[in-house]
Nanobody, 131 residues
Framework: EVQLVESGGGLVQAGGSLRLSCAAS????????IGWFRQAPGKGREGVSC????????YYADSVKGRFTISSDNAKNMVYLRMNSLKPEDTAVYYC????????????????????????WGKGTLVTVSS
């Protein structure tokens, strides 16, 4: 059974930092690109960052470039998102997700909404940034 379990969310002041963790199990870690989406209250889903170890590539949304860093530990089947210089607009539920194919299109938003059902999803962790 595929499982993605997020942790590390919480309340932080603007300018602060958090590190999110995603523990993956039930699939071959190297066969998937794994990363983070977020959804703020009343807003749509946004692909935040993704890492593909097989392609040696990463993706960052423009809104987080220079502030967030994604990394992975293949030995532990873990993916991390280090979030620095947090802003109130970063407040959202952050979801870990895994894609076997075409991952870049999912994270950059070039697919229709119903296609996101093909990804594996965690249950999310809430990040709240106070001003």
């Amino acid at each position: 059974e595929v499982q993605l379990v997020e942790s590390g969310g919480g309340l932080v002041q603007a300018g602060g930092s958090l590190r999110l963790s995603c523990a993956a199990s039930g699939f071959t870690f190297d066969d998937y690109a794994i990363g983070w989406f977020r959804q703020a209250p009343g807003k749509g889903r946004e692909g935040v960052s993704c890492i593909s170890r097989s392609e040696d590539r990463t993706y960052y949304a423009d809104s987080v470039k220079g502030r967030f860093t994604i990394s992975s530990d293949n030995a532990k089947n873990m993916v991390y998102l280090r979030m620095n210089s947090l802003k109130p607009e970063d407040t959202a539920v952050y979801y870990c997700a895994a894609a076997r194919r075409h991952w870049y299109y999912y994270w950059s938003g070039y697919v229709s909404s119903q296609m996101y059902a093909a990804l594996e999803w965690g249950k999310g962790t809430l990040v709240t940034v106070s001003s």
